[in-house]
Structures are given as structure tokens and as C-alpha cells.
């Protein structure tokens, strides 16, 4: 069976990428949408963005209305403000969430509808073009057919997808990732980790997504630390950066597994950050699933040197796993008690979060066979001491 592979059709990354950008960013339209939240309007990026703009006299609007990771109703209001101020492109400034709502903004601009209308379809047709530019290392949206968008009403983070979300221009500067403080640093770094070791041990995984899935591993272990620890250092910036879309590449063409799927309803009832949810899952997940997968989970032990060609696929498995359980402490991960979250509300809710995991169909693509029994066993054994 062939494998598909694409990627976004440009992609502008180093110094000055912006700038850089310009020329074809001149071609997608008369006037933008800046989609963005209120710190990075406030730290100067979408200015910057606007500038550029200027310079080739194309007119646009700021939305900053992003103010933590997307609901539908964020994307009503950007829609709503696209569609009024006769808007014919659309760029997303910032972390994750504002790149995902671009994506779900140009959507609802042409198709119309609720969101949850796409739920578990296949997005299709021509949507406007879509500039993205992204301020942290880690989600990889700059490179992906994908978006989550929260559901309001049900409470349920929705993975809506199609080849339509990729975005037409990917602008990465990482001096842009800067001024982000260690804990988004690191739950933004581990993210990427989730996405390059779901893409890699993915059933659905393929030759090329191997390539930059093992690759971004390694960038990670070697320069996460020292991002979170210095994030001044311009050389783990650059290197973070370069995994975030590297393991966005890898998990766009191959899908994420059991860790994000248990992941989202977390994000989805107790407002735990994505990359934060996902980190608190990475070690019992994947120790869960490791036997599925050992010689893939040995491969990825040894890319890292956290195991030699002395020891069998099991032994670098495990190896590999307990490296990952000591970057997360490292990075500062702790358990959900230590974001707010209340023991018997978690724990009540446990059912709804297995079964909405079980429905957004990712833990499927993990190569053990994974039943909602087991992912109840796991939520519940982010409380055992």
C-alpha cells in the first residue's frame, strides 16, 4: 500500500523569516485577518506582522481574541469579524491555540455551520489562504492538516482534520519562541516530544514520518533542558523550533496514538494546558503501551543513548521510557493536583473522559490494542503515589 506525505507548500524558517516572508505573503490577498491572543499583540509580534503588511500596502484587521486554547465560540467571534470587515486571507500569530483557530476561522468563513458539524469528517474544498507564525516550540499546527477546537456545549475537545487546514506559508523564526517563560517552554517542548514518539510507534507510521520523528526526539532530549533553563539560549531555541516541525511533519502524516487521546478530554473539563495534560500522561501511557511496540520504543532509546546495542529491545524500551519519566521531571511536571484539579471531580469523571477518548479515534492507531477499561486504569493512575 502507498503512503501519502505532504507538507505545508512554503515554509520560511531562520532570522528574519518574516521579512523574508514578505514577497510571498504580498500574494495571498488585499486584506488579512491577524489572529493572535493579547500578549502577543502586546509583546509586539502581531505589530510586526502588521508591518509587513504595510510595507506592500495590504490592508488587515487585528483579532487578539485567542485568550487560551480555542472554543468555538473564540472562532465565531473571529469569523464573525473576518466575514464583517471583508477579509480575503488569514494569518495566525502565537502558540498553538491561535494557529488552530485560524485554521477553524477560514473554515467557518467559506463552509458555515458549528463547529462540531466536522467532527469526524474529512475537511475538504478551498478555504483561504492561511499564513501561520509560531511564537513556541512544540505543536507543530504550522504543519499539520489538523486543528482542536473545544465544543462549549458538550464540553469536548474536537480533532477536526482535512488537507484543507494546511496552512499555505509557515513563517518560524525561533527568535520569536524568546520570550516564553520555562513552564510554556517546557509543556510546549514536551508537546513535540509526544508528537515524535506517537508518530514513530503510530500504526499508521511510514518511512518518511520515521525520519523526522527520531530526529525530532533527539533535538528534544538534547536541547529541551536547556531551553527551559536559559531561555536566552538562542542555539536550544533554534534547535526546538526545528523539532516542533519536525515532529509536526512526522505526526500530520502518520496521526498521534493513545496520549493525546487521553489527553484532550483533560484539556477539554479541567483547562490543564495541551502540552501540560499530555506530559502528565507520556510515562504511564507509554509505559502502558511499550510491550506493543518494544523494538520501535528500543529504537528511540538508542537514537537518544539512553540505551547501547548491548541490550535487547525490551531492556532499550524500558530504557527509553524511564528517560522520558526523567526529562518530565526535570521539566517540572507535576500531577494533577498541582494544576488545580480536585481528586473526586477528576475521578467522577473518569468514564466520560475514557469514552471520549475512545471516540476521537487516536488511541486506536497505538499498536497494542487499547480498550477503555485501559485508559480508566490510567487516568486512575495519575493519583497513586
Known amino acids: 500500500m502507498a503512503d501519502q506525505f505532504f507538507t505545508p507548500p512554503k515554509i520560511i524558517m531562520g532570522e528574519n523569516a518574516l521579512e523574508a516572508a514578505g514577497d510571498h505573503i504580498r500574494t495571498m490577498g488585499r486584506k488579512a485577518l491577524i489572529v493572535c491572543g493579547p500578549v502577543v499583540k502586546k509583546i509586539g509580534i502581531a505589530g510586526k506582522v502588521a508591518a509587513v503588511l504595510e510595507k506592500y500596502d495590504i490592508s488587515y484587521v487585528i483579532f487578539a481574541g485567542i485568550t487560551d486554547e480555542p472554543t468555538d465560540q473564540m472562532v465565531e467571534e473571529g469569523t464573525k469579524i473576518y466575514l464583517e470587515q471583508n477579509c480575503d486571507f488569514l494569518i495566525g500569530a502565537g502558540g498553538g491555540s491561535p494557529l488552530d483557530a485560524v485554521k477553524a476561522i477560514g473554515l467557518k468563513a467559506v463552509c458555515g455551520g458549528k463547529m462540531s458539524d466536522y467532527m469526524g469528517v474529512s475537511v475538504t474544498g478551498k478555504l483561504p489562504p492561511v499564513a501561520v507564525i509560531p511564537t513556541t516550540a512544540g505543536t507543530g499546527s504550522e ?31 525561533p527568535a520569536y519562541t524568546m520570550t516564553a517563560p520555562p513552564g510554556v517552554t517546557a509543556a510546549t517542548g514536551l508537546d513535540a516530544l509526544t508528537h515524535a514518539i506517537e508518530a514513530y510507534t503510530s500504526r499508521k507510521a511510514q518511512p518518511l514520518t520515521d525520519i523526522f520523528a527520531v530526529s525530532a526526539v533527539r533535538r528534544i532530549f538534547a536541547n529541551l533542558p536547556a531551553a527551559c533553563e536559559d531561555g536566552s539560549n538562542l542555539d536550544a531555541r533554534k534547535e526546538m523550533s526545528l523539532a516542533a516541525l519536525e515532529a509536526g511533519i512526522a505526526f500530520n502524516n502518520s496521526s498521534v496514538t493513545i496520549v493525546h487521546g487521553m489527553s484532550r478530554p483533560i484539556g477539554a473539563l479541567f483547562h490543564v494546558p495541551h502540552g501540560t495534560s499530555n506530559a502528565m500522561l507520556l510515562y504511564p501511557c507509554l509505559n502502558y503501551v511499550m510491550d506493543g511496540a518494544a523494538e520501535r520504543f ?18 532499550a524500551a524500558g530504557k527509553f521510557i524511564d528517560a522520558v519519566r526523567k526529562l518530565c521531571d526535570r521539566c517540572e511536571i507535576g500531577k494533577p493536583e498541582d494544576y488545580g484539579i480536585d481528586r473526586e471531580t477528576f475521578l467522577g469523571a473518569v468514564d466520560k473522559m475514557a469514552e471520549d477518548a475512545e471516540t476521537s479515534g487516536s488511541p486506536s492507531n497505538t499498536r497494542k490494542k487499547i480498550r477503555k477499561e485501559d485508559m480508566i486504569k490510567i487516568y486512575r493512575s495519575l493519583w497513586e503515589a
Not at 154 to 173: Q, Y
Open 143 to 173: 504543519a499539520t492538516q489538523f486543528t482542536i477546537i473545544t465544543d462549549t456545549k458538550n464540553n469536548v475537545k474536537m480533532l477536526l482534520k482535512g488537507e484543507s487546514f494546511m496552512p499555505d506559508l509557515a513563517v518560524i523564526d
Open 298 to 315: 528500543a529504537d528511540l532509546g538508542r537514537a537518544v543513548q539512553a540505551a547501547g546495542a548491548e541490550d535487547d529491545d525490551s531492556t
